[in-house]
């Protein structure tokens, strides 16, 4: 009798462990996406959840903008606030529901995205190289391109 338990016991863990195991995978990892007839990734989103995510790409756009004209008028002041603007202060919190959507490499893009602009208006502040903030910049813009390459809604 207590082998059967045992058993049955292991089979409701193993279960358990299936269901999770492809929870995350669905939820953290993949996302809710398909291909879409361009070849990119899709992704399934709400109105409202898309123009969410939309309205953080204008602002990301927006300030890329202002900081190459800040750049090419040598007003690194413009440079900081608009680098800080889309940095960590940008960050919001995501609905729950719009996060399980998103793949997580679409994920880490927005996060690191963040991450370069919070870190090119510190080094702007520190350093005030004109040629180094339109390096960090290139490199930033790589995310969004490589964004722009593998996704859409």
Do not use: W
């Not at 995510?53 to 750049?71: A, D, K, P, W, Y």
């Not at 940008?90 to 927005?110: C, I, T």
Request: hydrophobic share 40%; with cysteine; proline share 1%.
């Amino acid at each position: 009798m207590k082998t059967n338990s045992k058993k049955i016991y292991l089979s409701i863990i193993s279960l358990l462990i299936v269901i999770i195991t492809g929870g995350i995978y669905k939820f953290i990892i993949q996302g809710d996406t398909s291909k879409s007839s361009d070849g990119r990734e899709l992704i399934h989103l709400s109105a409202g959840e898309k123009d969410f995510v939309l309205t953080e790409m204008r602002l990301f756009l927006n300030s890329v903008q202002q900081i190459t004209q800040g750049i090419a008028e040598n007003d690194m002041e413009i440079v900081i606030a608009q680098a800080k603007a889309s940095g960590a202060a940008m960050q919001r919190e995501v609905p729950e529901k719009l996060a399980q959507k998103l793949p997580l490499q679409f994920k880490k893009l927005g996060f690191d995205t963040h991450a370069k602009f919070e870190q090119l208006a510190l080094d702007t502040e520190d350093l005030g190289d004109r040629e180094h903030t339109l390096s960090q910049l290139s490199v930033l813009l790589q995310n969004c391109t490589s964004c722009h390459e593998i996704y859409r809604f």
